[in-house]
């Protein structure tokens, strides 16, 4: 396993197991969901859109809550941008391993949903919410699912794995990820300007092509590929940060960078692009 992807599992099942250590053990250095959870039973932690989902839909969420979700706004909107995706979201251990077993197979696919689709279903679920008086990505939320799946074994959220393994294997490959979650868009627009970005060195740089072929995200590195790029860093805060094409480089020529960097807008147009 490549030095980054490993990391990335650690960092997720890690999470995981504290969950579930917290729920069957009594330890409590993180207890609760992606959702709501609190680190040492003392620092509140919030999903951002599930608040603003409850915001959408009438009502005033607790203190704690807008704590827990100034403090994940603070972390990825300045720092981390749309790392979430990557190295905490559970889903993404399903649809990563469908796609290299796709890749590993090629198997070949025709279907495409523009990528802008995730931020119009975003915009749709906080409307639903709004009309419905209640946060409606929570109820479906695969990221949810697959929490009290792995740690909880509650319900039948199995079957909903299985569907995005096979939607992303067969019929799209990075589909839902890269094209279909409110929650990938939300946290895209939220890290815009943040710090962390992936930096090409253009001098080791040979084009091979390779980081394009593994990037969930590929119209991202699209800037830095060309031959007659001034650009030398990912400004699209669709980048999830996952060090796929850092991994793959032959070259060394990518490598994750803090300094800051103008980050290209990202808008329903830019997205609709590349679908």
Same mark, same amino acid.
């Given at each position: ?104 197979? *090629? &198997? +070949? /696919?025709? %279907? ?8 119009? =279903?975003?915009?749709?679920? !906080? ?18 699912? *697959? &929490? +009290? /799946?792995? %740690? ?8 909903? =794995?299985?569907?995005?393994? !096979? ?49 969930p995200e590929r119209p991202v590195l699209t800037p830095l590929l060309k031959t007659d790029s001034q650009q030398t860093a990912v400004r699209d805060s669709a980048c ?36």
């Amino acid at each position: 396993m490549s030095r980054w992807r490993f990391a990335r599992r650690t960092m997720q099942l890690s999470m995981l197991g504290l969950f579930a250590a917290s729920s069957y053990a009594g330890v409590r250095i993180l207890s609760g969901t992606l959702s709501s959870s609190q680190l040492f039973d003392t620092i509140p932690l919030a999903d951002p859109l599930a608040v603003l989902q409850i915001f959408a839909a009438g009502v005033v969420p607790a203190t704690t809550a807008l704590v827990g979700a100034a403090i994940v706004v603070a972390v990825y909107g300045v720092l981390f941008g749309r790392a979430f995706c990557s190295w905490v979201c559970p889903v993404n251990i399903v649809t990563e391993t469908a796609n290299r077993i796709g890749r590993r197979l *090629a &198997v +070949r /696919t025709e %279907v495409s949903v523009p990528r802008s689709t995730r931020y119009w =279903l975003l915009i749709l679920t !906080l409307l639903i919410s709004a009309i419905s008086g209640v946060a409606a990505f929570e109820w479906v939320s695969p990221v949810g699912i *697959a &929490v +009290r /799946t792995f %740690v909880y074994s509650v319900g039948a959220g199995w079957l909903v =794995l299985v569907a995005i393994f !096979l939607y992303d294997l067969l019929i799209h490959p990075n589909g839902f990820c890269g094209h279909i979650c409110p929650l990938g868009a939300f946290y895209s627009l939220l890290g815009r300007r943040a710090l962390l970005h992936v930096r090409l060195d253009p001098e080791k740089c040979n084009h091979c092509m390779k980081c394009s072929s593994v990037c969930p995200e590929r119209p991202v590195l699209t800037p830095l590929l060309k031959t007659d790029s001034q650009q030398t860093a990912v400004r699209d805060s669709a980048c999830t940060q996952c060090a796929q094409c850092v991994d793959i480089c032959d070259q060394r020529a990518l490598a994750f960078s803090m300094q800051p960097v103008r980050w290209k807008r990202t808008t329903l147009e830019d997205q609709h692009v590349t679908h």
